[in-house]
Nanobody, 114 residues
Framework: QVQLVESGGGVVQAGGSLRLSCAAS????????MGWYRQAPGKMRELVAT??????HYGGSVKGRFSISRDKAQSTVALQMKSLKPEDTAVYYC?????????WGQGTQVAVSS
């Protein structure tokens, strides 16, 4: 069983920065991909960023502005968000896939005001 707990959401003005963090408990290993997805009102959930043991992948709309990282223990994944835009407003979900199952966090709200 894996649990993911996000933190760091909030309200920020356009152009500002936020850092999200996700702490994982359970069987998480460096080979397991961890990442972030987001869902805005009325829209489908979309990829923000993922990180495996040797790779990073970013959604097209956040490339160059967001950066994903994991701690050495591989149990925490962070998302540094810069140059935020109103269209980044969404609930951000932490995600991992391990042991044949996908797990989601409860989500953290990010609101960017213009």
């Amino acid at each position: 069983q894996v649990q993911l707990v996000e933190s760091g959401g909030g309200v920020v003005q356009a152009g500002g920065s936020l850092r999200l963090s996700c702490a994982a408990s359970g069987s998480i290993f460096s080979r397991n991909v961890m990442g972030w997805y987001r869902q805005a009102p009325g829209k489908m959930r979309e990829l923000v960023a993922t990180k495996g043991s040797d790779s990073k992948h970013y959604g097209g709309s956040v490339k160059g502005r967001f950066s994903i990282s994991r701690d050495k223990a591989q149990s925490t994944v962070a998302l540094q968000m810069k140059s935020l835009k109103p269209e980044d407003t969404a609930v951000y979900y932490c995600y991992t896939f391990t042991g044949g199952y996908g797990y989601w966090g409860q989500g953290t709200q990010v609101a960017v005001s213009s």
